[in-house]
Every structure is written in C-alpha cells, then in structure tokens.
C-alpha cells in the first residue's frame, strides 16, 4: 500500500514535529510540516497531500483562513481537511461548517486516538 | 416583581465595535432581530467618537484592533462609559489582558469563534443586568424622597424599602452568578493555552514508549511512563472541567426518554463501579412515564457527578440507589412556588431523579456550599469542587432544579427536578 501524505499545518513546532516522528514510525504515512497558514498554503499546492490537519487559532492567518484560501484554489479544493481543536466547540464548528470543513479532530489525545481519527476520515472519503 | 416582565429589549442600545466587517454585521444582524438598538463601529477610534455622542447601555468591543484597542477605548472615556455593561470579545484572552479588563469594570467575556445563540445569551443577561440596577437606582432615589418626607409617607416608604431589597437580592444574584461565568471564561482561555504543551507531552511519552527497548513486566522505565502519562491525564482533565464549567450557557434539546439517560449515565461509569468491589447499584425505576425536553449529553454529565460523589462518599463499600419517577408538586418549596427561581408552579407534575448513597453524608455547615463553584471537601489530588455546580447550571438552563438531603454517617440523596416536554411537536 502507498503511504498516504499528511500536511500538517500548525504553530506548535513541537506538536508538528512529535506527530511527524510517532506517525511515520507506523511506516503508513509521510508527513509534511508547515509552521503558518502562507507555507502551509504553498506546500499543500506543492506536494498534494491526502489530507491536511489545520490548526485553528495561528498567528498571522487563522486556521479558517487557511482553509478558505484551499477551498479557493483549483490545486488544493479536493483535498479533505481537518480542523485541529484544542477543545470540542460549537462556536468553531458553526465558523467551520460554514467554511464547509469537512472534519474535526481533537488534539489533546494519544497518537493512537489521532491516528484512528485520521484513517477513519481517510476511510470515509474513500482515500483509503 | 420579576425581571423577565419589566425587561424591554426596546430601549436598550448597543455599540458594537470592531475591526472585521464580518463581525460587525453578524451583530448587526442578529442583535437587531432580538430588537436592540445597534451602532456599529470599525474601530477604537470611531468607538469613541461615538461614545461621546450618545450613551450606550451596552459595549461590545474588541480587544484587538490596529490603532486604539479595546482597552485604550475603555481608558480614554471612562466618564462616559459609567453606567455602560462592558462586554469582551477577544479570540484568545491572555490573562494579563483579562485582568486589565476586568480592572476597568469588564462584564463579561464572549470568546471569538462564537455562535449566534451565546452572542444572544451574554447580551441578554449582561442587559438584563444592567436594567435592574438602573430600576433599582431609581427605586433607591424613589426611597431616599420617600423617608424624607413626612410621616404619613412611612408606610409607602416601608413597601419601597421591601421592593428595593428584593431587587438588591436579585442583582446580587446575577452579579454573582456572572461573576462565576466571567472567571471561568477566563479559566477556559488559560486552560486553552495550556492544553497545547500537554497535548505535546502525551506525544513525546507515546514515541518514547514505542522506542525505548521493550522489557518485559513492570520496570522502573515503564512505570516512570505511566506516572507521567497519568498525570498529564489528570491536569487535561481539570482544564476539560474548567472548561465545562464556562461554557454552559447553550442546550441542544431533545424530547428524550429520562430512564434510557440514565442508562447511559450508568454505563460510564460502569468501570469506575467495577473497580470498587463492595458497591452495589440498584434502580428503582418507574416505565411509561412522560418526556423530557433535555440535552442528552449534559443531563448525562449531571448524574455522572452525583454517581461518581456516591462512589467517592462510600470509601468502605455501600449501596447506590437510582430512582425515576413523576410526581405532582402540591406544596411549595424545593423549586415549585411563586418566587423568582421558582420554575415548577403548585399543581404541575415534575419528573424527578434521585441519586442515593449510604456514604459518609454531608455536615449540616456545608450542606449551604456544596454546589459553589471550588468548593470541596476531597483535597486538591481527588477534587476540584466543580462537580455539583456545573450540575446546578445545567439544571438551571434547563429551568429544572436540584438539590440535597443529607445525614451526616448515613448517607446523602442529590434529587434532580426536570420539566415535562409538552405533547406534540419536536420541540415540545
Ligand atoms: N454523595 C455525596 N456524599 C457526601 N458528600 C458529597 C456528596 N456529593 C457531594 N458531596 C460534597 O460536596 C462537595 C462538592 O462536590 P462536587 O461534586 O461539586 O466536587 P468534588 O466532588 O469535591 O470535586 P469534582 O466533582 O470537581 O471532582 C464534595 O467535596 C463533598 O464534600
Ligand atoms: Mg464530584
């Protein structure tokens, strides 16, 4: 099987960097890192990843910026995104919905929860 | 007097302020359809330019804006802001930021990204407010006339003297109550920070444990894992209650059926329940009985808390009771009544849930305090004192109520009284 491309789109340096190192010790994913919503915009452009992890609140371009801007763009619309959240909240997934996101995925939980998290919208959209 | 009757939307005026044209017009839009009178503007400087101008009962700003923020509006005309409710939208409130705020007399805080409903609530009760110390400045300017004149006005005096203390209770109340709320968002805007670097630590453990070379059965480098992974466990569980705890002001509510809630409430805490050899639960519950009109999810958190309280009270082993069942209020008193809180009338039929231990029980010095918010009697590793009144809050929204009867080495019974859903349509 292909491993599946993530972009991860977050201000935590550390976070991107530990969910890289645990997700591509299972050998079923290559994960990509990009630390604001401008790199992350042109990364996802550059390498099409299967699915891409936004945070929410960044400096610079909020998360839901981003995600407009992908929805935007003819290179980047098809690629499913999930928000990452701090905390389960309505307000946000009003603003998401809205700005038709598809997902959502809780941060605070171990990589394995995370990791069934992202095989089951990879599932779902047919990816996998 | 009830506030409800005497609060008119009409002629309460607001100024929004803010950068985002976005969110100015969702303002606009949903605070004019409530019927307020709403002056936007796009930044501090408009801000208070208009103030000047006119006198606003109501002040939505935010904090972040180029030029003059939200704070400096609040500090360039503090004169003019007197007798105005100030309310704080902020994407992400620092705590130095909060405080500041808070220092200039802040009511109270919404959290950007928000929904349309808690826009609607915080206004509404922040406008609430505000109108009963207006009412009651006036009744105490009423009052002061009054006593001076002469002593055939005793007795008038007297009638005013009751009103104006049953209005001082009222506005204490709210002023309590969003003093609360005001401090757990502030806790939840901390919390929020911190949960990031825990997030990060549970990774780090997790890649540590598939790294670090197996051994087998218990090791200190296994243990050590445990003991971190726990604790990180512990402290995202607090800031998860805090959370809770601040953001209980919406209800997505369902016609449901009250006895298969409890069910679920009782599969949570199955596992806890089974750990603790010598307790045994039974259910006294009654079939048929009408709906309630409830949010699922927060009704279930009320009895887990009341479950968990009965775990935790039965240190020894004991016996949990759950009882369901319909009753019709025939006296006043425990929430049925005329009186401002009262939600249930005299003749109405409730349905009630009771919760029963045979545990430690609650002194009669403490029965008052048990559902303050921090109050606990557990210690800092076991408790933090929000169970009981994230319960109460819930309860409230759901214009229910909730209350304890206790012996001291007996035992304790936490009794929860929910509206019946109206026949018919789907939302009753
Ligand atoms: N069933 C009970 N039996 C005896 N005491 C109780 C019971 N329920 C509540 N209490 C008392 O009320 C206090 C407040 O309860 P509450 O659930 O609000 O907080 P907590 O259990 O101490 O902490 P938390 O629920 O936040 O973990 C408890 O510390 C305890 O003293
Ligand atoms: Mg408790």
């Known amino acids: 099987m292909d491993k599946k491309k993530i972009l991860i789109i977050d201000d935590e340096f550390y976070f991107c960097k530990l969910v890289k190192l645990n997700l591509e010790l299972t050998g079923e994913f290559v994960v990509y890192v990009a630390n604001n919503g401008k790199q992350g915009i042109s990364l996802a452009r550059k390498v099409k990843p299967d699915i891409i992890l936004l945070d929410i609140i960044m400096p610079g371009m909020t998360?839901?910026?981003?995600?407009?801007?992908?929805?935007?763009?003819?290179?980047?619309?098809?690629?499913?995104?999930?928000?990452?959240?701090?905390?389960?909240?309505?307000?946000?997934?009003?603003?998401?919905?809205?700005?038709?996101?598809?997902?959502?995925?809780?941060?605070?939980?171990?990589?394995?929860?995370?990791?069934?998290?992202?095989?089951?919208?990879?599932?779902?959209?047919?990816?996998? | 007097m009830c506030p409800d009757q005497m609060f008119s939307v009409k002629d309460v005026s607001i100024l929004a302020v803010d950068d985002e044209t976005e969110v100015r017009n969702l303002y606009d839009t949903i605070l004019t359809e409530e019927g307020y009178r709403v002056t936007t503007a796009s930044c501090g400087e408009e801000a208070v330019?208009?103030?000047?101008?006119?006198?606003?009962?109501?002040?939505?700003?935010?904090?972040?804006?180029?030029?003059?923020?939200?704070?400096?509006?609040?500090?360039?005309?503090?004169?003019?802001?007197?007798?105005?409710?100030?309310?704080?939208?902020?994407?992400?409130?620092?705590?130095?930021?909060?405080?500041?705020?808070?220092?200039?007399?802040?009511?109270?805080?919404?959290?950007?990204?928000?929904?349309?409903?808690?826009?609607?609530?915080?206004?509404?009760?922040?406008?609430?407010?505000?109108?009963?110390?207006?009412?009651?400045?006036?009744?105490?300017?009423?009052?002061?006339?009054?006593?001076?004149?002469?002593?055939?006005?005793k007795l008038k005096a007297r009638e005013l003297e009751d009103a104006n203390e049953k209005l001082r209770e009222t506005q204490n109340m709210l002023i309590q109550a969003e003093k609360m709320r005001a401090l757990g968002q502030l806790a939840s805007g901390v919390a929020h920070e911190v949960r990031n670097p825990l997030a990060i630590i549970i990774l780090g453990i997790n890649y540590l444990e598939e790294k670090l070379p197996k051994k087998k059965g218990r090791n200190p480098i296994n243990d050590t894992l445990k003991i971190i992974k726990d604790s990180v466990k512990r402290a995202d569980k607090i800031i998860r209650m805090l959370y809770d705890f601040s953001r209980v002001t919406e209800l997505d509510l369902k016609k449901e059926d009250i006895n298969s809630v409890i069910n679920t409430s009782l599969a949570l805490v199955k596992n806890k329940l089974k750990l603790e050899k010598n307790i045994k639960v039974s259910k006294e519950i009654k079939i048929g009985l009408p709906k309630v009109?409830?949010?699922?999810?927060?009704?279930?958190?009320?009895?887990?808390?009341?479950?968990?309280?009965?775990?935790?009270?039965?240190?020894?082993?004991?016996?949990?009771?759950?009882?369901?069942?319909?009753?019709?209020?025939?006296?006043?008193?425990?929430?049925?009544?005329?009186?401002?809180?009262?939600?249930?009338?005299?003749?109405?039929?409730?349905?009630?849930?009771?919760?029963?231990?045979?545990?430690?029980?609650?002194?009669?010095?403490?029965?008052?305090?048990?559902?303050?918010?921090?109050?606990?009697?557990?210690?800092?590793?076991?408790?933090?004192?929000?169970?009981?009144?994230?319960?109460?809050?819930?309860?409230?929204?759901?214009?229910?109520?909730?209350?304890a009867e206790s012996e001291e080495g007996k035992g304790t019974k936490i009794i929860i009284k929910l509206k019946i859903a109206k026949e018919g349509g789907a939302n009753g």
């Not at chain 2, 992400?92 to 826009?119: H, M």
């Not at chain 2, 009320?302 to 009753?327: E, H």
């Open chain 2, 49 to 153: 330019e208009r103030i000047k101008q006119e006198k606003f009962n109501l002040l939505l700003l935010d904090l972040k804006m180029p030029g003059m923020s939200g704070t400096d509006v609040l500090k360039a005309v503090p004169d003019r802001l007197e007798g105005t409710s100030v309310i704080i939208v902020t994407a992400y409130p620092s705590l130095e930021s909060s405080i500041e705020a808070i220092k200039s007399g802040v009511c109270d805080y919404v959290i950007k990204p928000f929904s349309p409903k808690e826009l609607r609530n915080i206004v509404r009760m922040v406008a609430e407010k505000a109108k009963l110390i207006e009412e009651n400045k006036k009744k105490e300017r009423e009052l002061a006339v009054a006593t001076a004149a002469a002593e055939a006005q």
């Open chain 1, 63 to 128: 998360g839901f910026e981003v995600l407009e801007k992908l929805k935007k763009d003819k290179k980047t619309m098809e690629i499913t995104v999930a928000m990452l959240t701090a905390k389960e909240d309505e307000g946000s997934k009003i603003s998401a919905a809205r700005l038709y996101s598809e997902e959502y995925i809780v941060k605070t939980q171990e990589i394995g929860t995370l990791r069934a998290a992202i095989n089951d919208i990879l599932k779902r959209k047919g990816i996998i």
């Open chain 2, 293 to 403: 009109l409830v949010d699922k999810n927060k009704i279930e958190q009320v009895f887990v808390n009341a479950l968990l309280n009965a775990v935790q009270a039965m240190p020894n082993g004991g016996q949990i009771i759950i009882r369901s069942y319909d009753k019709l209020l025939t006296e006043p008193g425990n929430g049925a009544g005329n009186r401002k809180n009262d939600n249930f009338k005299v003749g109405e039929t409730a349905l009630i849930v009771e919760i029963e231990d045979t545990g430690i029980g609650i002194s009669r010095e403490n029965m008052s305090k048990i559902f303050d918010p921090f109050f606990t009697t557990k210690g800092p590793q076991k408790g933090i004192g929000l169970g009981l009144s994230v319960s109460k809050n819930i309860i409230d929204l759901h214009r229910g109520f909730i209350y």
